[in-house]
């Protein structure tokens, strides 16, 4: 079975130098390993809420700007959180975890070496992972990366979405200062043959006039009522 990665392009603000810019990190999909997501249930998270208000080695950042998947599939990010981490041993871990309901799944992980030990030790490795990362005096520094606004992609679409409206408000602008061939500004009514699709016209050919009550269409003859 190949190996399957998410990714995640965040903010850096931690790095003055980097504020606006995106960083790539790759994670190794749990299928990778599993096969099924392993269920995180919610008293990690809330122990890990806790740490974060009672220790400085501990932060929430609002980040994630982009989660896509195997296939470059992209997510709703404000579904996921990112864990990153080092302990007192320089060891790293880095959790991608997406919400659902009270609980979270595990759906990614970092690096190779963390990936090596939950494949030979299976969700035991992944328990004491947890325990480890909810001790401070342990913990180097945890930061969780959570969804900053809007995705890229979404951005990108109502930017997109945006131009659109304007273009045409812009054309729709321009025919307003241009007056039809019969004199009318923009005219929003416009009658036609139900047989021919011409406009119908009254008998001076002006578009849009009534005679005697009616409309005539001025090439194949039919008239109708107003």
């Known amino acids: 079975m190949p190996l399957e990665y998410y990714?995640?392009?965040?903010?850096?603000?931690w790095d003055n130098l980097k504020t606006n810019e995106l960083t790539q990190i790759r994670v190794l999909s749990l299928k990778s390993i599993f096969k099924t997501y392993p269920v995180i249930e919610s008293a990690f998270f809330n122990d890990l809420s806790s740490k974060v208000n009672n220790n400085y080695n501990y932060s929430w950042i609002k980040s994630v700007k982009r989660v896509t998947g195997p296939?470059?599939?992209?997510?709703d990010i404000s579904n996921f959180n990112f864990l990153w981490a080092f302990d007192v041993q320089n060891r790293m871990f880095q959790f991608l975890f997406q919400k659902e309901d009270e609980q979270g799944i595990l759906a990614g992980i970092a690096p190779p070496e963390l990936?090596?030990?939950?494949?030979?030790?299976?969700?035991?490795?992944?328990?004491?992972?947890?325990?480890l990362l909810n001790e401070p005096s342990?913990?180097?520094?945890?930061?969780?990366?959570?969804?900053?606004?809007?995705?890229i992609v979404?951005?990108?679409q109502l930017f997109q979405l945006n131009k659109q409206q304007y273009d045409r408000m812009k054309f729709i602008n321009m025919l307003k200062k241009k007056p039809n061939i019969s004199g009318i500004w923009y005219p929003i009514y416009e009658p036609r043959c139900p047989v021919c699709n011409e406009l119908l016209m009254d008998l001076s050919g002006l578009d849009l006039k009534v005679v005697f009550g009616q409309l005539i269409c001025p090439r194949c003859g039919y008239k109708k009522a107003k």
Not at 8 to 13: G, H, V, W
Not at 71 to 75: H, S
Not at 115 to 131: D, H, P, R, V, W
């Open 7 to 13: 990714k995640i392009f965040t903010l850096t603000p």
């Open 154 to 156: 979404q951005e990108r």
């Open 115 to 131: 990936a090596k030990l939950f494949s030979a030790y299976g969700k035991e490795a992944i328990l004491k992972t947890l325990s």
């Open 71 to 75: 296939n470059n599939e992209d997510y």
């Open 138 to 151: 342990q913990i180097k520094f945890l930061m969780i990366l959570s969804p900053k606004g809007k995705s």
